[in-house]
């Protein structure tokens, strides 16, 4: 698997973003979390966000209503976000 515990990421897909905030009004698109857990078996990370985002704890591993799981397609490395970003904006 591409990320591992503890690596902060910015969440980057729009499709499941839109979904979840027709579920809950929050959009989780450009939102920071940190990876708490891997699933090896599903390939699937438990990431839990700063903020509130009106979900679950994650099976008591993160705090309560800041926890999704999700694919690594999802998301992308904090700092790699924020250069690429700066890239297309013209400032690197």
Request: hydrophobic share 30%; aromatic share 22%; charged share 35%.
């Amino acid at each position: 698997m591409k990320y591992k515990i503890g690596d902060w990421i910015v969440y980057v897909s729009k499709k499941n973003s839109d979904w979840w905030k027709e579920y809950s009004r929050i959009s989780l698109y450009g939102k920071i979390a940190k990876i708490i857990y891997i699933d090896k078996n599903y390939e699937s990370y438990l990431i839990e966000f700063k903020e509130f985002i009106y979900s679950y704890d994650g099976d008591g591993k993160g705090e309560d209503g800041h926890c999704y799981w999700c694919e690594e397609k999802e998301i992308t490395l904090y700092k790699d976000y924020f250069k690429l970003k700066k890239f297309i904006e013209g400032e690197l």
